[in-house]
């Protein structure tokens, strides 16, 4: 009688061995841990890379470095204004996001994303600044040395004008963009 013979090759060996989930925070579960990407973002202010921000942005850059210096007029003075309006929160809540994280890394927690609370808060202190901005020489003064301390080689100006203040639509829209960014 014929024996059966062994299979060629030995079953492939398990690709990762189980690891048991673990956390410094007895709180948080593997269950927690397990969510969505679109839940917990892997990082944070990863909203920046959607098209809407950089676009804001390029239209600050473009307007900056071409518009102002070749045409400038009156599209020129407000095609930043509407950009900075719109960037601005979104600058804060990234400032805000990577704070945490950095915090919550050290602790060894588990970070997760900022709340509409923050979102609103970051819409409110941008319309002020901009409309201090706007409405005060001498905010604009203190602005412009601001920025000259932080970035030495760039020559900031600010032009005070209240007919800037139309860009101020563009803070709840910033609003709503982080609202819906986090919810998709």
């Known amino acids: 009688m ?3 013979s062994p299979p060629l090759s030995p079953s492939p060996p398990p690709i990762a061995p189980s ?3 673990s956390s410094p925070d007895p709180a948080i579960t593997a269950s927690a841990l397990s969510s969505s990407p679109a839940r917990y973002p892997v990082v944070p202010a990863d909203f920046l890379i959607h098209p809407y921000p950089v676009l804001a942005a390029a239209l600050i850059l473009f ?20 950009g900075i309006c719109f960037l601005l929160p979104l600058i804060l809540v990234a400032l805000s996001e ?6 919550c890394r050290c602790l060894g927690r588990l ?6 609370r923050l ?8 319309a002020l600044y901009f409309s201090a901005l706007q409405l005060s020489d001498v905010w604009a003064a203190w602005h412009i040395l601001f920025v000259q301390t932080l970035l030495p080689r760039i020559r900031a100006g600010v032009t005070p004008d209240p007919t800037d203040l139309f860009a101020l639509v563009m803070i709840p ?6 609202a819906a960014f986090r919810t998709s």
């Open 173 to 178: 829209l910033a609003w709503r963009f982080l």
């Open 63 to 82: 307007n900056n470095l071409y518009l102002k210096r070749h045409h400038p007029g009156f599209l020129s003075g407000k095609l930043s204004d509407i």
């Open 119 to 126: 979102h609103l808060f970051a819409c409110l202190v941008s």
């Open 2 to 4: 014929r024996t059966p």
């Open 98 to 103: 990577w704070a945490t994280w950095l915090y």
């Open 111 to 116: 970070w997760t994303p900022t709340r509409s």
């Open 19 to 21: 690891i048991p989930v």
